[in-house]
Protein backbone atom coordinates (compact mmCIF):
# COMPACT_ATOMS: atom_id res chain seq x y z
CA UNK A 1 0.00 0.00 0.00
CA UNK A 2 0.75 3.62 -0.66
CA UNK A 3 0.92 4.69 2.83
CA UNK A 4 0.87 9.07 4.42
CA UNK A 5 2.08 9.19 7.62
CA UNK A 6 1.47 12.59 8.87
CA UNK A 7 4.27 13.34 11.17
CA UNK A 8 6.24 10.90 9.90
CA UNK A 9 9.35 12.22 11.32
CA UNK A 10 8.33 12.15 14.91
CA UNK A 11 8.93 9.55 17.36
CA UNK A 12 5.67 6.98 16.55
CA UNK A 13 5.68 8.30 12.83
CA UNK A 14 9.36 7.42 11.78
CA UNK A 15 9.01 3.84 13.79
CA UNK A 16 6.46 3.22 11.76
CA UNK A 17 7.48 4.06 8.70
CA UNK A 18 10.27 1.64 9.15
CA UNK A 19 7.92 -1.02 9.49
CA UNK A 20 5.51 -0.17 7.21
CA UNK A 21 8.78 -0.12 4.50
CA UNK A 22 10.13 -3.51 5.93
CA UNK A 23 6.93 -4.79 5.02
CA UNK A 24 7.25 -3.44 1.53
CA UNK A 25 4.74 -0.87 1.73
CA UNK A 26 5.09 2.91 0.18
CA UNK A 27 5.53 5.69 2.36
CA UNK A 28 5.19 8.88 2.34
CA UNK A 29 6.14 11.50 5.06
CA UNK A 30 4.26 14.26 5.41
CA UNK A 31 5.55 16.87 8.67
CA UNK A 32 6.30 20.36 9.26
CA UNK A 33 9.56 19.46 12.10
CA UNK A 34 7.63 21.52 14.44
CA UNK A 35 8.86 18.30 16.82
CA UNK A 36 11.39 16.40 14.94
CA UNK A 37 14.70 16.48 13.15
CA UNK A 38 14.81 17.21 9.57
CA UNK A 39 17.27 14.04 9.07
CA UNK A 40 15.30 11.59 10.87
CA UNK A 41 13.98 10.85 6.81
CA UNK A 42 17.48 9.99 5.87
CA UNK A 43 18.07 7.78 9.00
CA UNK A 44 14.96 5.95 8.57
CA UNK A 45 15.80 5.01 5.03
CA UNK A 46 19.69 3.75 6.06
CA UNK A 47 17.80 1.90 8.03
CA UNK A 48 15.27 0.20 5.86
CA UNK A 49 17.46 0.68 2.21
CA UNK A 50 14.46 1.86 0.74
CA UNK A 51 13.14 5.41 -0.72
CA UNK A 52 10.68 6.97 0.75
CA UNK A 53 9.34 10.11 -0.30
CA UNK A 54 8.30 13.49 1.94
CA UNK A 55 6.84 16.48 1.87
CA UNK A 56 7.35 19.79 4.30
CA UNK A 57 4.10 21.05 5.22
CA UNK A 58 1.47 22.22 8.14
CA UNK A 59 -2.34 20.45 8.31
CA UNK A 60 -3.00 23.97 9.51
CA UNK A 61 -2.38 25.30 5.66
CA UNK A 62 -4.80 23.09 3.77
CA UNK A 63 -3.50 23.26 -0.08
CA UNK A 64 0.23 21.71 1.76
CA UNK A 65 -1.96 18.50 2.23
CA UNK A 66 -4.34 18.94 -0.72
CA UNK A 67 -1.01 18.82 -3.36
CA UNK A 68 0.26 15.54 -1.41
CA UNK A 69 -3.04 13.46 -1.19
CA UNK A 70 -3.87 14.75 -4.74
CA UNK A 71 -1.07 13.80 -6.36
CA UNK A 72 0.69 10.84 -4.17
CA UNK A 73 -2.05 8.23 -4.99
CA UNK A 74 -2.56 7.83 -1.35
CA UNK A 75 -4.20 4.75 -0.19
CA UNK A 76 -4.47 5.23 3.52
CA UNK A 77 -3.51 7.55 5.96
CA UNK A 78 -1.58 6.65 9.35
CA UNK A 79 -2.29 10.81 11.32
CA UNK A 80 0.49 10.53 13.75
CA UNK A 81 0.86 14.67 13.25
CA UNK A 82 -0.26 16.15 16.85
CA UNK A 83 1.35 18.08 19.79
CA UNK A 84 1.55 15.71 22.71
CA UNK A 85 3.05 16.99 26.11
CA UNK A 86 0.45 17.19 28.85
CA UNK A 87 2.06 19.94 30.95
CA UNK A 88 2.55 22.49 27.74
CA UNK A 89 -0.88 22.13 26.69
CA UNK A 90 -2.12 22.97 30.25
CA UNK A 91 -0.21 26.51 29.75
CA UNK A 92 -1.60 26.88 25.81
CA UNK A 93 -4.57 25.14 25.02
CA UNK A 94 -5.89 27.02 21.92
CA UNK A 95 -2.59 25.90 20.70
CA UNK A 96 -3.26 21.99 21.35
CA UNK A 97 -6.82 22.79 20.22
CA UNK A 98 -5.90 24.43 16.82
CA UNK A 99 -3.29 22.18 16.21
CA UNK A 100 -4.23 18.81 16.93
CA UNK A 101 -8.39 19.48 16.47
CA UNK A 102 -8.12 22.08 13.12
CA UNK A 103 -5.23 19.82 12.23
CA UNK A 104 -7.60 16.71 12.17
CA UNK A 105 -10.28 18.09 10.67
CA UNK A 106 -8.31 20.15 7.84
CA UNK A 107 -7.02 16.01 7.12
CA UNK A 108 -10.10 14.78 6.74
CA UNK A 109 -10.96 17.16 4.56
CA UNK A 110 -8.33 16.68 1.87
CA UNK A 111 -8.80 12.96 2.30
CA UNK A 112 -12.38 13.02 1.30
CA UNK A 113 -11.56 15.73 -1.20
CA UNK A 114 -10.02 13.05 -3.11
CA UNK A 115 -11.37 9.61 -2.32
CA UNK A 116 -8.90 8.30 0.73
CA UNK A 117 -11.19 7.26 3.48
CA UNK A 118 -9.02 4.70 4.92
CA UNK A 119 -7.28 6.06 8.32
CA UNK A 120 -5.20 4.77 11.37
CA UNK A 121 -5.61 7.67 14.15
CA UNK A 122 -2.82 7.90 16.90
CA UNK A 123 -5.37 8.44 20.08
CA UNK A 124 -3.81 7.85 23.56
CA UNK A 125 -4.79 6.09 26.98
CA UNK A 126 -4.89 9.83 28.48
CA UNK A 127 -8.47 9.80 27.23
CA UNK A 128 -9.60 7.39 29.76
CA UNK A 129 -11.14 9.30 32.97
CA UNK A 130 -9.71 9.04 36.11
CA UNK A 131 -11.87 7.03 37.89
CA UNK A 132 -10.85 4.03 35.48
CA UNK A 133 -9.36 1.41 36.84
CA UNK A 134 -6.63 -0.65 35.28
CA UNK A 135 -6.63 -2.97 32.96
CA UNK A 136 -8.32 -0.71 30.90
CA UNK A 137 -10.59 -2.42 28.42
CA UNK A 138 -11.24 0.06 25.24
CA UNK A 139 -15.24 0.59 26.62
CA UNK A 140 -13.53 1.89 29.73
CA UNK A 141 -14.71 5.49 30.79
CA UNK A 142 -13.61 8.21 29.07
CA UNK A 143 -12.95 11.40 30.19
CA UNK A 144 -9.62 13.23 30.17
CA UNK A 145 -8.14 15.29 32.41
CA UNK A 146 -6.07 17.96 30.89
CA UNK A 147 -6.17 19.66 27.26
CA UNK A 148 -4.23 17.08 25.74
CA UNK A 149 -6.07 14.42 26.69
CA UNK A 150 -9.24 16.12 25.92
CA UNK A 151 -8.00 16.85 22.16
CA UNK A 152 -7.61 13.05 21.82
CA UNK A 153 -11.05 12.23 22.76
CA UNK A 154 -12.66 15.18 21.04
CA UNK A 155 -10.73 14.03 18.19
CA UNK A 156 -12.79 10.39 18.61
CA UNK A 157 -15.51 12.13 18.96
CA UNK A 158 -15.31 14.07 15.47
CA UNK A 159 -13.86 10.66 13.80
CA UNK A 160 -17.20 8.58 15.03
CA UNK A 161 -19.51 11.14 14.06
CA UNK A 162 -17.84 10.96 10.42
CA UNK A 163 -18.11 7.48 10.43
CA UNK A 164 -22.26 8.00 11.31
CA UNK A 165 -22.41 10.29 8.86
CA UNK A 166 -20.68 8.44 6.01
CA UNK A 167 -20.18 4.69 6.42
CA UNK A 168 -17.53 4.53 3.28
CA UNK A 169 -15.40 5.99 6.01
CA UNK A 170 -12.47 3.10 7.64
CA UNK A 171 -11.44 4.21 10.93
CA UNK A 172 -9.18 2.54 13.38
CA UNK A 173 -8.34 4.06 16.79
CA UNK A 174 -5.44 2.89 18.69
CA UNK A 175 -4.64 4.15 22.00
CA UNK A 176 -1.02 4.08 23.19
CA UNK A 177 -0.10 3.44 26.54
CA UNK A 178 3.76 4.66 27.16
CA UNK A 179 5.89 3.65 24.15
CA UNK A 180 9.33 3.94 25.02
CA UNK A 181 12.91 2.75 23.40
CA UNK A 182 14.02 2.88 20.08
CA UNK A 183 14.76 1.29 16.71
CA UNK A 184 17.71 -1.08 17.44
CA UNK A 185 20.15 0.43 15.49
CA UNK A 186 19.85 3.87 17.44
CA UNK A 187 19.48 5.83 14.71
CA UNK A 188 16.13 6.85 15.73
CA UNK A 189 14.00 7.60 18.94
CA UNK A 190 12.57 9.57 20.76
CA UNK A 191 13.89 13.29 20.72
CA UNK A 192 11.98 15.54 22.65
CA UNK A 193 13.32 19.21 22.81
CA UNK A 194 14.28 20.62 26.16
CA UNK A 195 14.31 18.90 29.35
CA UNK A 196 12.26 15.72 28.50
CA UNK A 197 8.23 15.09 30.10
CA UNK A 198 8.67 11.70 29.97
CA UNK A 199 9.83 9.25 32.02
CA UNK A 200 12.14 7.09 30.11
CA UNK A 201 13.72 9.98 27.92
CA UNK A 202 14.70 11.44 31.27
CA UNK A 203 15.69 8.33 32.54
CA UNK A 204 18.91 8.09 29.66
CA UNK A 205 20.03 11.73 29.65
CA UNK A 206 20.54 10.72 33.54
CA UNK A 207 22.49 8.21 32.96
CA UNK A 208 24.00 10.07 29.95
CA UNK A 209 25.72 12.71 32.57
CA UNK A 210 23.11 15.53 30.60
CA UNK A 211 20.94 15.98 33.81
CA UNK A 212 21.80 15.05 37.72
CA UNK A 213 19.07 13.21 39.25
CA UNK A 214 15.66 11.35 38.06
CA UNK A 215 13.05 13.15 39.99
CA UNK A 216 10.39 10.57 41.07
CA UNK A 217 7.37 12.00 41.57
CA UNK A 218 5.92 11.26 44.69
CA UNK A 219 6.28 7.66 46.16
CA UNK A 220 3.34 7.68 48.36
CA UNK A 221 0.70 5.96 45.70
CA UNK A 222 -0.91 2.94 46.82
CA UNK A 223 1.67 0.79 44.89
CA UNK A 224 3.82 -1.48 45.91
CA UNK A 225 6.64 0.99 46.09
CA UNK A 226 4.62 3.68 46.41
CA UNK A 227 5.54 4.79 42.67
CA UNK A 228 3.54 5.16 39.77
CA UNK A 229 2.90 2.71 37.55
CA UNK A 230 2.70 2.61 33.72
CA UNK A 231 2.12 0.29 30.44
CA UNK A 232 5.71 0.70 28.93
CA UNK A 233 5.45 -0.56 25.37
CA UNK A 234 8.68 -0.46 23.07
CA UNK A 235 7.98 1.63 20.11
CA UNK A 236 9.06 -1.14 17.50
CA UNK A 237 5.82 -2.98 19.22
CA UNK A 238 3.22 -0.23 18.73
CA UNK A 239 4.55 0.66 15.10
CA UNK A 240 3.94 -2.93 14.25
CA UNK A 241 0.91 -2.40 15.97
CA UNK A 242 0.25 0.63 13.40
CA UNK A 243 0.44 -2.25 10.56
CA UNK A 244 -1.26 -4.90 11.68
CA UNK A 245 -3.97 -2.10 12.22
CA UNK A 246 -3.87 -0.77 8.93
CA UNK A 247 -3.74 -4.37 6.75
CA UNK A 248 -7.16 -4.77 9.34
CA UNK A 249 -8.84 -1.80 8.38
CA UNK A 250 -10.53 -2.51 5.54
CA UNK A 251 -14.19 -2.83 6.78
CA UNK A 252 -15.88 0.73 7.02
CA UNK A 253 -16.54 1.47 9.94
CA UNK A 254 -14.84 2.58 13.07
CA UNK A 255 -12.53 0.41 15.18
CA UNK A 256 -10.47 1.46 18.64
CA UNK A 257 -7.83 -0.85 20.22
CA UNK A 258 -5.81 -0.25 23.35
CA UNK A 259 -1.50 -0.87 22.26
CA UNK A 260 -0.15 -1.69 25.65
CA UNK A 261 1.45 -4.76 26.78
CA UNK A 262 -0.96 -5.29 29.68
CA UNK A 263 2.46 -5.43 32.01
CA UNK A 264 2.66 -2.18 34.73
CA UNK A 265 6.02 -1.41 35.60
CA UNK A 266 6.54 1.30 38.73
CA UNK A 267 9.01 4.61 38.46
CA UNK A 268 11.39 2.56 40.30
CA UNK A 269 11.49 -0.02 38.29
CA UNK A 270 12.02 0.88 35.33
CA UNK A 271 14.79 2.96 36.45
CA UNK A 272 16.72 -0.55 38.08
CA UNK A 273 15.52 -2.37 34.65
CA UNK A 274 17.55 0.46 33.09
CA UNK A 275 20.74 0.18 35.61
CA UNK A 276 20.50 -3.43 34.88
CA UNK A 277 20.05 -3.30 31.05
CA UNK A 278 22.63 -1.08 31.13
CA UNK A 279 25.22 -1.29 33.61
CA UNK A 280 24.83 2.07 34.52
CA UNK A 281 23.73 4.08 37.75
CA UNK A 282 21.24 6.44 37.69
CA UNK A 283 20.88 8.76 40.52
CA UNK A 284 17.54 9.83 41.47
CA UNK A 285 15.76 12.10 44.21
CA UNK A 286 11.71 11.54 45.32
CA UNK A 287 10.05 14.94 44.96
CA UNK A 288 6.26 15.87 45.32
CA UNK A 289 3.61 14.22 42.76
CA UNK A 290 2.83 16.21 39.13
CA UNK A 291 -0.46 17.17 39.40
CA UNK A 292 -2.92 15.29 37.17
CA UNK A 293 -0.63 11.83 37.33
CA UNK A 294 -2.94 8.86 37.86
CA UNK A 295 -1.00 5.98 40.77
CA UNK A 296 -1.73 3.17 38.20
CA UNK A 297 -2.44 2.75 34.16
CA UNK A 298 -1.96 -0.63 32.23
CA UNK A 299 -3.69 -1.83 29.17
CA UNK A 300 -6.09 -4.99 28.74
CA UNK A 301 -4.69 -5.48 25.38
CA UNK A 302 -6.88 -8.40 24.76
CA UNK A 303 -9.00 -6.76 21.83
CA UNK A 304 -5.76 -5.92 20.15
CA UNK A 305 -4.55 -9.49 20.34
CA UNK A 306 -7.88 -11.07 18.87
CA UNK A 307 -8.65 -8.89 16.07
CA UNK A 308 -4.92 -7.60 14.87
CA UNK A 309 -2.94 -10.44 16.27
CA UNK A 310 -1.31 -7.59 18.30
CA UNK A 311 1.38 -9.48 20.47
CA UNK A 312 3.90 -7.00 21.50
CA UNK A 313 7.44 -9.16 21.80
CA UNK A 314 10.21 -6.84 23.49
CA UNK A 315 10.81 -6.67 26.94
CA UNK A 316 11.43 -3.86 29.67
CA UNK A 317 15.16 -4.46 29.02
CA UNK A 318 15.28 -4.55 25.29
CA UNK A 319 13.38 -0.91 25.41
CA UNK A 320 15.93 0.69 28.19
CA UNK A 321 19.00 -1.34 25.94
CA UNK A 322 17.47 0.69 22.75
CA UNK A 323 16.72 3.89 24.79
CA UNK A 324 20.16 3.80 25.76
CA UNK A 325 22.10 3.00 22.31
CA UNK A 326 19.61 5.58 20.74
CA UNK A 327 20.91 8.23 23.80
CA UNK A 328 24.54 7.46 23.22
CA UNK A 329 24.25 8.14 19.41
CA UNK A 330 22.13 11.20 19.74
CA UNK A 331 25.05 12.53 21.49
CA UNK A 332 27.04 12.12 18.78
C1 LIG B 1 5.37 7.98 33.58
C2 LIG B 1 5.51 7.80 35.10
C3 LIG B 1 5.18 9.83 36.33
C4 LIG B 1 8.72 11.80 34.59
C5 LIG B 1 2.31 10.84 29.25
C6 LIG B 1 1.11 11.38 28.57
C7 LIG B 1 0.56 10.36 27.64
C8 LIG B 1 1.63 9.89 26.68
C9 LIG B 1 2.85 9.40 27.43
C10 LIG B 1 1.31 11.09 24.64
C11 LIG B 1 4.46 8.56 35.90
C12 LIG B 1 6.61 9.35 36.46
C13 LIG B 1 7.70 10.91 34.90
C14 LIG B 1 9.69 12.13 35.56
C15 LIG B 1 8.60 10.67 37.12
N1 LIG B 1 1.97 10.94 25.81
N2 LIG B 1 7.65 10.36 36.15
N3 LIG B 1 9.59 11.55 36.81
O1 LIG B 1 2.44 10.68 32.31
O2 LIG B 1 2.15 8.17 31.95
O3 LIG B 1 1.94 9.71 30.01
O4 LIG B 1 3.26 10.47 28.29
O5 LIG B 1 0.43 10.39 24.19
O6 LIG B 1 -0.51 10.94 26.94
O7 LIG B 1 0.15 11.65 29.57
O8 LIG B 1 4.17 9.32 31.03
O9 LIG B 1 6.62 9.24 31.16
O10 LIG B 1 5.43 11.38 31.81
O11 LIG B 1 5.28 9.39 33.32
O12 LIG B 1 8.53 10.16 38.25
O13 LIG B 1 10.64 12.94 35.34
O14 LIG B 1 6.76 8.33 35.50
O15 LIG B 1 4.70 10.31 37.58
O16 LIG B 1 4.14 7.78 37.03
P1 LIG B 1 2.63 9.48 31.45
P2 LIG B 1 5.44 9.90 31.79
Not at 301 to 323: I, K, N, V
Request: glycine share 10%; proline share 6%; charged share 20%.
Amino acid sequence: MRVLITGGAGYIGSHTAVELLSEGHEVIIFDNYSNSSTTVPERIARITGGPLTCFRGDLLRPSDLDLVIRDQGIDAVIHCAGFKAVAESVEDPLMYYRNNLTGLINLLDAMAEHDVRNLVFSSSATVYHASGESPYQEDSLVGANNPYGRTKEMSERVLADLVASDPTWAVTILRYFNPIGAHPSGLIGDDPEGIPANLLPYVARVAAGELPAVQIYGDDYDTPDGTGIRDYIHIMDLARGHVLALLENREPGMRVYNLGTGRGTSVKELIAAFEAANGCVVPSVVTARRPGDLPVVYADPTLARQELGFTPRYSLEEMCAHAWAWQRLRQG
